[in-house]
């Protein structure tokens, strides 16, 4: 089947290649995201596969069932990014990669939380200016302090057991409960304890319309004092705003994000020679207690080599007619 892929890096195409040996598929690549201003790269594309910030709302879904597509491949596990309801009317079916390594996000999730506790980030441009000055790199022990994990999900359990691992207490809050969560040695809590107790706040529940800005200024106040908050999920789910006021005033210790609200406009390009001109994101990265990574949570060998053979594998299941083993559907 042709297969029209937009949003691609080199790396995708490294992957895709490889597992399309087993598949057979027509891939035609395109760096550009799927939007209103590229839809024309996909006439006549019957499958379409796109990635997180690439824009399927109902415009964009119907101009491209005028051209012919029947199946949006997402090669991710999110889809905030696609109008759901749009595609059901039209016709188009949607497909994602449900579970390709929970290990790389949750890794990333801690190695962003030890940096930022540790202050490896500064430490690190400090010694290669020869400066060995331990004044401000002070951390505290992950040992006996308690982590919240916000969506006890595949990634949540995995972030959860490695926490535990440290000796945290690891609390979390889900409106489905997972009995795998609590095995592991872990608790719900409501989201007022989780305010009031935890030391470490991690995100790990999708964006959807109903927890857009979940942590806004409101929950940012009731956050412990010097607690630390890490994003590994969806740029939405944070205010980014009201975070921005949380570490002027002190009150938030320290944040790392792998996701933000607007990085549509910044994320996975060279923008080293322009002048980025988002204040908000601008004034957020000067802060020495926030460390942002581009959306690299999910960037390792096992999870993009599953990410390509899942996908390329869904679009075979497509053109057989055969189920959609990883079809999204509307709820
Ligand atoms: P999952 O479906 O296994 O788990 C998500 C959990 O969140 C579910 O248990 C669900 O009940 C819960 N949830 C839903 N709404 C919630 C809310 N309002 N509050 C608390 N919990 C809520 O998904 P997963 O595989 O663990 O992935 C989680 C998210 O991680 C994805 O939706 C995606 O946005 C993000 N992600 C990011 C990267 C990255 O590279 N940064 C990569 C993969 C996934």
Same mark, same amino acid.
């Given at each position: 089947?042709? $297969?029209?892929?937009?949003?691609?890096?080199?790396? @995708?195409? +490294?992957?895709?290649?490889?597992?399309?040996?087993?598949?057979?598929?027509?891939?035609?690549?395109?760096?550009?995201?799927?939007?209103?201003? %590229?839809?024309?790269?996909?006439?006549?594309?019957?499958?379409?596969?796109?990635?997180?910030?690439?824009?399927?709302?109902?415009?964009?879904?119907?101009?491209?069932?005028?051209?012919?597509?029947?199946?949006?491949?997402?090669?991710? /596990?999110?889809?905030?990014?696609?109008?759901?309801?749009? #595609?059901?009317?039209? *016709?188009?079916?949607?497909?994602?990669?449900?579970? =390709?390594?929970? =290990?790389?996000?949750?890794?990333?999730?801690?190695?962003?939380?030890?940096?930022?506790?540790?202050?490896?980030?500064?430490?690190?441009?400090?010694?290669?200016?020869?400066?060995?000055?331990?004044?401000?790199?002070? *951390?505290?022990?992950?040992?006996?302090?308690?982590?919240?994990?916000?969506?006890?999900?595949?990634?949540?359990?995995?972030?959860?057991? $490695?926490?535990?691992?440290?000796?945290?207490?690891?609390?979390?809050?889900?409106?489905?409960? %997972?009995?795998?969560?609590? #095995?592991?040695?872990?608790? =719900?809590?409501?989201?007022?304890?989780?305010?009031?107790?935890? @030391?470490?706040?991690?995100?790990?529940?999708?964006?959807?319309?109903?927890?857009?800005?979940?942590?806004?200024?409101? /929950?940012?106040?009731?956050?412990?004092? *010097?607690?630390?908050?890490?994003?590994?999920?969806?740029?939405?789910?944070?205010?980014?705003? #009201?975070?921005?006021?949380?570490?002027?005033?002190?009150?938030?210790? *320290?944040?790392?994000?792998?996701?933000?609200?607007?990085?549509?406009?910044?994320?996975?390009?060279?923008? %080293?020679?322009?002048?980025?001109?988002?204040?908000?994101? +601008?004034?957020? $990265?000067?802060?020495?207690?926030?460390?942002? /990574?581009?959306? +690299?949570?999910?960037?390792?060998?096992?999870?993009?080599? /599953?990410?390509?053979?899942?996908?390329?594998? %869904?679009?075979?299941?497509?053109?057989?007619? #055969?189920?959609?083993?990883?079809? $999204?559907?509307?709820?």
């Amino acid at each position: 089947m042709k $297969i029209a892929v937009f949003s691609t890096q080199p790396y @995708d195409r +490294q992957f895709l290649d490889a597992a399309n040996a087993a598949e057979g598929h027509e891939l035609h690549y395109f760096d550009m995201a799927l939007g209103l201003e %590229s839809i024309a790269l996909a006439a006549g594309f019957e499958a379409v596969c796109i990635f997180v910030n690439d824009v399927a709302d109902a415009n964009v879904l119907e101009a491209l069932r005028a051209g012919g597509t029947g199946l949006v491949a997402l090669r991710c /596990t999110g889809f905030n990014n696609v109008d759901l309801a749009a #595609a059901s009317r039209l *016709g188009i079916k949607v497909v994602r990669v449900v579970d =390709y390594s929970p =290990y790389s996000v949750a890794e990333h999730a801690v190695a962003l939380l030890l940096a930022l506790n540790r202050k490896t980030h500064r430490a690190y441009n400090r010694t290669r200016d020869s400066n060995f000055s331990l004044d401000g790199l002070m *951390g505290f022990d992950f040992h006996g302090k308690t982590a919240a994990v916000v969506g006890t999900g595949k990634i949540g359990r995995v972030f959860a057991r $490695i926490m535990l691992g440290f000796g945290c207490e690891v609390i979390g809050y889900d409106p489905f409960r %997972s009995a795998e969560f609590e #095995a592991l040695g872990a608790r =719900y809590a409501p989201p007022g304890e989780i305010g009031a107790n935890a @030391d470490i706040v991690s995100l790990h529940c999708p964006l959807t319309a109903e927890n857009h800005h979940i942590v806004n200024a409101g /929950t940012l106040a009731r956050m412990k004092r *010097g607690a630390l908050l890490v994003n590994t999920s969806r740029g939405g789910l944070l205010d980014t705003d #009201a975070a921005v006021q949380a570490l002027k005033s002190g009150h938030l210790g *320290g944040l790392a994000l792998d996701v933000y609200e607007q990085e549509g406009d910044l994320f996975f390009r060279d923008l %080293s020679s322009t002048i980025v001109t988002d204040d908000v994101f +601008q004034r957020l $990265i000067s802060f020495s207690n926030v460390i942002v /990574t581009g959306h +690299q949570a999910f960037f390792t060998r096992e999870a993009i080599g /599953t990410i390509s053979e899942t996908t390329l594998r %869904s679009v075979s299941e497509f053109a057989r007619k #055969a189920p959609l083993s990883n079809e $999204i559907r509307l709820a």
